[in-house]
């Protein structure tokens, strides 16, 4: 699976938009881009993943590059409750395990 | 999303002493179940990969004899940490991965286990 690469910690002002990008140009075809988050001390938690469509759900958005070399992941309206390690781990879809990087440490500033 | 849960949240023991931690899918099958521990401030590494009525697969560098993991049904997997030393004490994860219609493979996690060997 294609290595990814984050900044390690980002702020983010309260009720702003936080704005967390993944570099991953090593991609291949059929590997999608997964972000999961870990709230300290808590398991990880799905957010979102796509292939090269942008995708929105209820908790953010996802951007992928044309060339599918980055991605950026949107949390539209920060809170507090979002300050968490964030990963972006790219994964081909018959792949058996996640396996984490070093994350972006996020940190939602009051 | 599916639900995870590891049972106990959190258990301190004595050096020497065996601990087992229990992982279970609460309202889906799981094909796949996954084992990882967490130090202090760095990421989740992956320890094993289980599959329900097969021996699990050990990432290089975990010893099985260890850390025995059990996958009795699709729904519950067990770690068992084995005469245990103050240096696994830890943060124990597991997850459950599963098929859905529509998006494909899934992974969800459970709230983890943190252990403290004394």
């Known amino acids: 699976d294609a290595k990814t690469t984050q900044p390690p910690s980002m702020d983010c002002a309260e009720g702003r938009a936080a704005n967390l990008p993944c570099n991953h140009s090593?991609?291949?075809?059929?590997?999608?881009v997964y972000w999961y988050r870990q709230i300290h001390s808590q398991g990880p938690q799905y957010i979102i993943h796509g292939l090269k469509n942008n995708e929105t759900n209820e908790m953010a958005s996802l951007i992928i590059t044309e060339d599918r070399k980055s991605s950026t992941l949107i949390l539209p309206h920060a809170t507090l409750r979002d300050t968490a390690v964030y990963y972006c781990?790219?994964?081909?879809?018959?792949?058996?395990?996640?396996?984490f990087g070093q994350g972006t440490r996020l940190t939602i500033n009051p | 999303g599916a639900v995870v849960s590891q049972h106990p949240s959190r258990v301190i023991c004595k050096s020497g002493t065996s601990v087992k931690i229990e992982c279970r899918s609460l309202?889906?099958?799981?094909?796949?179940m996954f084992w990882y521990r967490q130090f202090p401030k760095k990421s989740l590494m992956l320890m094993a990969t289980s599959n329900e009525g097969s021996k699990a697969t050990y990432e290089q560098g975990v010893e099985k004899d260890k850390f025995l993991i059990n996958h009795a049904s699709l729904t519950l997997s067990t770690l068992t940490v084995t005469s245990a030393h103050p240096e696994d004490s830890s943060f124990y994860i597991c997850?459950?991965?599963?098929?859905?219609?529509?998006?494909?493979?899934?992974?969800?996690f459970g709230p983890g286990t943190r252990l403290t060997v004394l």
């Open positions: 309202d889906f099958q799981a094909t796949t």
């Open positions: 997850s459950a991965r599963v098929l859905l219609a529509g998006t494909g493979n899934e992974q969800f």
């Open positions: 781990i790219v994964l081909g879809q018959g792949a058996q395990k996640l396996v």
């Open positions: 090593t991609i291949s075809g059929n590997e999608y």
